[in-house]
DNA sequence: ATTAGCACTCAATCGAAGAGAGTGCTAACA
DNA sequence: TGTTAGCACTCTCTTCGATTGAGTGCTAAT
């Protein structure tokens, strides 16, 4: 039996219908609603073989058909190539407000999966930058008490990092910024997690030569960089509409409902399947396809977006198998295009100036 | 016809029961499992009493009854000064959690509100403070790129923000220190909303000392400091387990869900909701006693939190008004208690050193 | 190869019957 | 006079059979 012209035009109407309505389709409402030219009966026979061949099921022997992972397969190979040309308008216009209010990471993150996920009315996610990766620019210390003192990090990529530390000595602020210019010096360039004991004798040695007595707490400040730097927010993921899936047909039964959105919630497993999806531009994964069996009934479209040419982190999009795959994709490409796009104009080096 | 002392203790057992149950309750039921040594028949009459007082209704004539939002109220006031009393061993305990992490006042809050949802096992909020109306005490501009600059500016209260600014032209990096110390020295002591144009001119005067061909992007810089630090995040309002009340009865409509949960998502209604409580150290609004009907089946249990003596947030938990009104409650004092400590250890001046 | 016709299947809906929890009232009792 | 046993009554909820209707598979005619 051969996937005939005739076979694919019912089959790919069957889907259409199943994803609008989330309903089994009849060969009536095929015959009637999509011009094919040929009675129910023929269509029932097709749809017979199409069910035979795996790309169909009843739900029960009187029903109407609903389609079969491998049918969704079938349908985002072919339309893939049409999926990722179709720019979405709309999508283009909305993004250009994450352009216009961006400046920190944080809140073009915030901001791009809130915007997915409206847009899509799917669960959307972001994984961050993973920010251990990322090379030392300039280290700011700034001031903010007898003992405290903000850490300002920018990185290469013009990401800055911030972190508050609390120590237990006063630091001798009158000079703190040329121990500011010492840390930038010695440690640009580096990783966080390259910031190893043998750099950090070499750092505490030409931090003693400014000021000998506070060595303590730049002791202790620099024991903070070496333990604590390499191990930053190793998976940040931003989520947005979970509770959209509770507008959807099929988890009108609370109890999907609720596995559905402790799965979601929990930002570990989130991270984990995102690592697992290899490093493609873009993927699909279809119901069973995917790694967890809580997503057996999902897809899930992930995009990557990158950095001066290297892939810094993901986004994705999570729905029912029954989804718009082409309004999905179209959108995941848009935005993981926009994102390049904005996170390039933010973060690239206007100039070579190294001071 | 008065609220004697037996018509008290049948109340407060069938609130109790009604907490515990989510059913309504019998006379039967409160025979048996509250001792009171009277008969279902005596417990009837009190019960038709205590209807017509306002404090009991009947879903339906031959079913049990339930609390009236009166009920609550009475059943609150009379446990008050109680659940004031209790502080929690386990809230205590996890609370330390928070302290140990802390360090930023942002993963502070995100942390309280998460404890807080976890252990009352409701949707928790947290209005963070109005930045607004904090007093700068130092400013420090961090090169980030040729025309790129992060502003970081400390509080008096040691909050800490910082804003990357995209300027037209190029900063004059080599005087960055200069102009940060410059920035501080005027501006220390102001309000953030306080940067008007009259401070604005005198700034650029001072500025213009520093380096006069730098002009243009040290105006715009002035220009960005005063026209948006006043507006900073004016109700930025943190929140955890919305997904929580898909776990109650009452909630097992999924359209009263769907409803609870487009209000307590969106920000600006929950930021308004706190702010129309008053300045109580806790309130507790049963019902319909809340602005919003959207929450006439809900209470809300509110706190604020300090600084310096000051109120500079609140906390709150809504669940249905049939909720454990003693543990939330000492759940909130708790945690607002613990939000102070936590804040102080963190945010206050260690010494009067002004550099 | 296609299609009209028809018997058949099965989930969903509807309604009547019955169960059960609870009340209100009355009359008896301490 | 307050309390209580008894009983009829009410109303929801569940159960279960009947009905409906959408849809199929098969057969025979075109």
Redesign the interface.
Known sequence: MSLDKRKVKILKAIIASYIDNAEAVGSRTISKKYELGVSPATIRNEMSDLEEMGFLTQPHTSSGRIPTDKAYRYYVDELWTKALGAQDKNMRQIIRIVDEEA??LDSILRNSVRILSQFTKYTSFIVAPQLKKAVI??I?L???????I?L?I?MQN?I?K?????LNK?IP??QI?RISATLSKKLSGYMLEDINAQLKESLIQELYHIRENAGDSLFELVNFLSTNLGKFEDLNVYSDG??NI??LPEY?D?DK??EF?SFV?DKDSVAKLFQTENENDMTVSIGHENSYKELSDCSLITATYKFNGKIIGKIGVIGPTRMDYQKVISAVKSMSEAMNEIIDQ?FT???N?K?
């Open positions: 400046n920190e620019k300039r700011q700034v001031p903010v008490d007898e003992n405290k903000l300002v920018v013009n800055v911030q972190v508050m530390l609390k006063p602020f009158d910024d979970i509770t509770l507008n009108n609370l409902a609720r959105i919630e933010n080096e206007q100039d100036n001071e």
